[in-house]
């Protein structure tokens, strides 16, 4: 069974600074997507950023990229020019690249972010 | 562009009654799941469907029921609460289709729900 360990409960991050969320994950599989998503005090679920594993180059949206590391099964999330905003917890997550019942994500424990003014 | 809508946000039981948490989507989505999200577990998932007529159970299935009987909906079924199952819970759906959103995944608000 796949499993995603996001090793720091709580990080904190001075605005306008960089901060750098880590993620670990175990597969024996070839081909998955890995997903970052936001979840900020509203509660709502938002898909911060994206990674196919065929893909080696890193995935970037705006001040949000990743360190995808495969052979490590890396998958940072870096979060640069840190905004009060950003302040949320943050999920890692995984899912197999097929279709059918492999829509299923993991998801890790989350980090929770605090941005200091 | 209403997407996922999950009803109602709150709700408070007492143990042993039942419930049904409603999940609708205007998508076109062939999957929807549902997740439990408790404090420091993430979200787990509870069942979720590949179609119309089509069930089956995630990795925390019991004391839930669910059925989809259109692709639109997919409630989830609470017969007989419990305290443990206190949660919030997530629907989300996500296209099987060819594109750049096949492999996204769009959640619902969030349900929160106590079980005294």
């Known amino acids: 069974a796949q499993t995603v360990t996001q090793s720091q409960p709580e990080m904190s991050v001075q605005e306008a600074e960089t901060v750098t969320l880590s993620c670990t994950y175990d597969t024996s599989e070839s081909d998955y997507y890995l997903f970052w998503y936001k979840q900020p005090p509203s509660r709502q679920m938002i898909l911060v950023i994206r990674?196919?594993?065929?893909?080696?180059q890193n995935a970037t949206e705006n001040r949000f990229s990743v360190n995808f590391q495969k052979a490590a099964k890396s998958f940072s999330l870096k979060i640069s020019d840190s905004q009060l905003g950003d302040a949320a917890m943050y999920f890692c997550a995984y899912r197999l690249y097929s279709g059918g019942s492999n829509y299923k994500l993991t998801f890790g424990k989350g980090t929770l972010l605090t941005v200091n003014p | 562009n209403a997407g996922v809508t999950q009803t109602p946000k709150f709700q408070v039981l007492k143990t042993g009654q039942s419930m049904t948490l409603q999940c609708a989507q205007d998508?076109?989505?062939?999957?929807m799941s549902w997740y439990r999200q408790d404090p420091g577990m993430g979200l787990r998932l509870i069942h979720y469907?590949?179609?119309?007529?089509?069930?089956d159970q995630g990795e925390v299935p019991n004391g839930y029921n669910v059925s989809r009987s259109t692709t639109e909906d997919f409630p989830l079924r609470l017969l007989s609460a419990a305290p443990s199952q206190t949660s919030v819970y997530f629907c989300a759906s996500s296209s099987q289709a060819s594109g750049s959103t096949k492999n996204i995944q769009y959640f619902g608000a969030g349900t929160r729900l106590s079980v005294l």
């Open positions: 998508m076109n989505h062939e999957y």
């Open positions: 469907s590949v179609g119309a007529g089509i069930t």
């Open positions: 990674q196919e594993a065929y893909k080696q």
